[in-house]
């Protein structure tokens, strides 16, 4: 144990990889709550580059709490509309003077979202298919005084609590990549996948399920036929793409709500589900590791548009599951590791209360051989935190 | 007397131009009330072009009342910024469905809305300085069968009344004109005068004072040096322009709460004084001429955004301003001319329960040497009232 | 001419009730109009006395920019109820903060509408079947000082003009009494009668038609007979009603819009068609003195939710009523009469540009008989310009 | 293995009462998100009991989205007050009309939610210190059919995982047992205690560390000293409490954020930090148990307001919980239990993919002892799926 109370230690459950059954889900970047984690978290980050750009130092703000009231739609074989707008309000509390500097933090939300939808949701017209609002108050007053020094590290705001786990299972690896994949390069070559893409993995001893919903757009979709066609496309692409994570065998489901004698199918004008029927908010899908597992310990925290100075939740959240990377990469020997950071309040974030690591060792390999070089990482990466604070507010860290 | 129940009568009362003191007013395009007004209008003309274009007659609507909540700016020499948004509600009654077609009819205002400001306001960047809403209701289940068959002269809905005047006074002129040419011509050359523009005109038997409240944009303002140069320029150019259309001596003033020793000017980063402080709504500005002339008998009808097809008060206020300008046009002799609609609930609305023309003749001339003619034209144009309609629609004819 | 530059002269008009064809309109205190009207007045009264309370002097607000979006109802012979609530937006500007002393303009005025809604709604259940938002904002700078020391008579803070008339022609006192007794007297024995009331009154010669549109309450409506009832009953007390005023001949018209055999009637949940279809906004309706009369010249302002310390526009449109209505009681001879009050932007409200009355004399007199005494009564209301700000704080004078 | 594909068997994890570092949290009945839980709940609840009443069977809705912005508020000694208005979205989808029969969906939901309001935070004054509002759209289409024929078992509308537990440990009974009692019992005598109580537990080994924050009501606390004597007062109670559930070492924590010389302290006055800065919304609180336990597998679903019918996820995590608090009272000798069940989509929910019980017994005890009995209970429970249903639209499970 260092002075930084590190802890490494054999983990007293089976590893995922063996437990009889598992689940995972991802929400993909198009998903209603996805929405509302990646407009929260660009304005947070758009919030806090304007406070080091202006004042010289990160000021309160929380903007966690987007909400998505969905739409009406129509849509149609060869290209419908939207009816009603989706209504999306960006909540949360902003610094909006400082020792006399105005900041401008409603239309720099309004900004930051408007070029976040425009960038993932290239076809919801902003303005016209969303509207967006915003409603940022100032926060409570003993809130405001929390930022340290210039340069310190700054004190944990809460007693709270991160975990993160590497490496990912087969599973976990199926249903992640598979939303990843079709959002990018699979739709890059067939516009009609939108990017509310749902997976489900459910593995049961050594068969893998995935389910996928994908939200079709209808432009691209001149006909039932060329539904089919897309359906059977992505099961194809997706069935592929599962044998360079696993040798289990997989069976790839897509679009199983759909009833063709009733017409009713996954069409969408906009490729969100958000156009019709489907409301969305923060911190109510995946975690900070892009997924969400129920087989793993998981915080309730959300992560995406909280402040990332000194929000302990969001940073132990981000640092542990980049902990637990960079130990999986680093160090040799492991099957399954879990970091976990627990706070103390009042404390510099770079000393947790308790920094574990649980980990299940491959075959030959014991954790004491190891323990040291998994230590160095955990003590390496804490001694560098605010460096999380750095790439949360550039976007090189994901949020969900 | 026709059986239109055209009369044509020399009026009771002293003619506007000889009474001793006149007052007239224009609120620009920029200002918050006829932002409203403009959103208003635009939004009824886009329903009822889609009306028309997708189930080929119109349906219900009435978009006339838009609200616009003000928001907050930070302006500067040479560039401020907004802070907080405007808020701008389109509130109205639109049919969503017409058997079994369905009308989109939340995002085409959206849309409607946008370009408006767009092309009126544009440093108003929609989406960020002003957040655009919609709510439309369904309208009440009685009305939605006023329109009758096609092609057939629609009823009255309404015991109403529209009034129009010709020609304008000279402070009449004054004033609708230098708005107009300062929003456009001199806008061109002189980028920064804003679209809210507001000018007050007073005559006091030969005198006219013409008070002009000139939103200055920031941007082009580097100082007050400057403020003050786009001051002057204001006063001069509407000097020059007040000639053209008076002998009578005219005093301009331009923007005069300014305080200088206070810093207090007039000085906004988009333009309009809806940046900060100043709400609008529909109906509350000019009237369907463009004008507030408490001179004059007005209609209190609020004639931006009600459907142009059967909105008695609106289609009354549009037809007997035309007609009274197309009279000033083609009948020689005519001093000051007041035409009035009055309908007739149930009845053809080409068949006013009263079309009279109140005329003040030029010296020789008497009423009777020109009742004819002046009763042709309101005859002719009473027979083509549903040119009004599709003009309006085609966004021919001014509300505002 | 005195100090005040009050003149006294005879009219150059026809006495309105002289003239051939004269209309008047009243919106009944339930019309969606006049709810925004009442709202946007109460909550004026209620933040202009907290201001008096808590730092002992006005502070700036305004609150004229009320928005109702009407509901969905569903109504039904013995009771029905209402679907989707109506929507109330209070808009304007109110001081928050003077001194150190935070003022909860927001609070104040949820509660002062709310206390206004079941006071003159109380069908309408605040919370369910209305909801009321609100958005105040902070005034513009340079508006924020313009009120002036303790006691001083305020400075006009704009070029503005008010408008009064006295005595009621007989088809005004018809129309105004129409609503003011059914919607008190009336409705207290006859619960079926709800305060929605708009009546249109239409004087032709010697013939006036009152047109009476009343929103009747279902629940006090078993069937379609007693509805005929309750209409025959409205057209009786109304006939009755109008020979106090008139001894022309007067035709009543009530709910003319029903068709029995298609089931549409006038019949509502709440009382008020805000329930279904028609939305409101304020100053869309009567004017000051509680009509709108197409007859007489009239104001554009708004006047009620502005601020009764120095809004001119406001003032002088109470004070204008005012004067003529004393003249009226005070001086005899007068068949009618006209006050004009227009402001001088800077000088002090007691003293206007002009104020001039316009004067038809009874047969007899000449104004030079009369005109001092009617001058007298002027300078004396101008002089205590200020009891008009106290008298409509406490809510002595009507807005509407 | 029954029909029904239970197992049980024992855990391969350590007791969480055996682990060293153990975390539990409750966010109490006044705080933002519990709050919207608790509306969101209501408003489900309000909407499932209309459907039975008025088409004698469930129709579609979700009410699982309600957000709250935060207000402003002054609080202070002896009596604040709130300056700005808390405001309450209430978002979801609602079937609002069934074969020609209208359901009021808007305004049962906004009566439901000042209901509840009124009753768990009687100091809010409904309509003046929060504003209600509410957004129910239609579902999407495919989702209105779910609903199975009368009394059959519906059928899973998702894969989905519900997870229980039981017996709390002594630091979870200590967590909920702390909020539960202060906000009945112990403020029924102490009436300075707000509802928005939150609770943290760490236990560390043998050394338990509760943390409380407790919003006091200013105007039972006239000065410092009595907010002092109120501290702890509370810090007492709980203390003592604490022994009831617990041999351990107990240090307990009250309002720790208070700053004394800097008069920062925890006063409200509504009893809930939402009147300043807090923002809440649906499912980011307590799970379905109540509590927060990161050492627990959870879900990461929102119960509250979903629909209690057909919804998987709310249902399985309802059961779960219900079955292990049901197994933990009728068989003896298990020290922790885990109830976890898997829908399998389109099959009868009474028949989960999988049922699984993870057992710790005691000593002396081993799981093939009790095996049989665990499944009896888990079987009948599923056998009564529906009773769920029943007993969440009464009220009777409690789902955060």
Redesign the interface.
């Known amino acids: 144990m260092t002075e930084r109370n590190i802890r490494v230690q054999p983990t007293?459950?089976?590893a995922v990889e063996d437990?009889e059954?598992e689940?995972v889900e991802r929400k993909g970047i198009g998903h209603p709550d996805s929405i509302c984690d990646g407009v929260a978290e660009s304005v947070a980050r758009a919030l806090a580059q304007t406070y080091l750009d202006r004042v010289g130092k990160p000021l309160h703000y929380n903007t966690d709490?987007t909400?998505l009231?969905?739409?009406?739609a129509?849509p149609a074989f060869g290209g419908g509309?939207?009816?009603?707008?989706i209504?999306l309000?960006i909540?949360?509390?902003a610094t909006?003077e400082y020792e006399g500097t105005?900041?401008?933090?409603?239309?720099i939300a309004?900004?930051a979202a408007?070029e976040y939808i425009n960038e993932e949701l290239p076809r919801l017209d902003?303005?016209?298919?969303i509207?967006?609002?915003?409603?940022l108050?100032?926060?409570?007053?003993?809130?405001r005084d929390v930022f340290g020094e210039d340069g310190a590290v700054p004190m944990a705001n809460d007693?709270s609590?991160g975990?993160g786990h590497a490496p990912l299972t087969e599973t976990e690896e199926i249903v992640y990549n598979t939303e990843r994949k079709l959002n990018t390069e699979y739709a890059e070559d067939n516009p009609e996948v939108g990017p509310d893409i749902k997976v489900?993995g459910?593995r049961e001893n050594d068969h893998i399920d995935v389910?996928v919903a994908v939200a079709m757009i209808d432009e691209h979709i001149p006909d039932m036929l060329a539904y089919q066609d897309a359906v059977d496309g992505v099961r194809e692409y997706v069935s592929d793409l599962a044998t360079e994570y696993t040798d289990r065998s997989v069976d790839v489901h897509v679009n199983?709500?759909d009833?063709f004698e009733?017409g009713?199918i996954y069409l969408t004008t906009t490729g969100t589900?958000a156009e019709?029927?489907?409301?969305?908010?923060?911190?109510?899908?995946n975690?900070a590791n892009g997924l969400?597992t129920?087989?793993?310990?998981?915080?309730?925290e959300?992560t995406s548009g909280k402040n990332a100075i000194n929000h302990i939740g969001k940073i132990y959240n981000l640092l542990s599951t980049d902990i637990a990377e960079t130990v999986g990469e680093e160090v040799d020997g492991i099957r399954e590791l879990q970091i976990r950071l627990?706070s103390q309040?009042g404390r510099p974030i770079d000393q947790p209360h308790?920094a574990?690591a649980d980990l299940v060792t491959e075959e030959g390999v014991s954790v004491s051989d190891i323990a040291d070089d998994v230590e160095d990482v955990i003590d390496r990466e804490l001694a560098d935190v605010t460096s999380i604070t750095e790439r949360a507010i550039n976007g090189e860290l994901s949020t969900f």
């Open positions: 007293n459950r089976l437990q059954v689940i709490e909400q009231v969905a739409g009406t129509a509309e939207m009816l009603e707008p209504y309000l909540v949360g509390r909006k105005k900041i401008p933090a409603e239309t309004l900004d408007r902003v303005g016209k298919d509207v967006v609002d915003v409603k108050g100032e926060g409570s007053g003993d809130l007693t609590f975990v489900m459910k389910t199983t709500a009833d009733e009713a589900s019709q029927g489907d409301d969305g908010s923060v911190g109510r899908g975690r969400i129920p087989n793993r310990p998981m915080s309730m959300a627990l309040i308790v574990d």
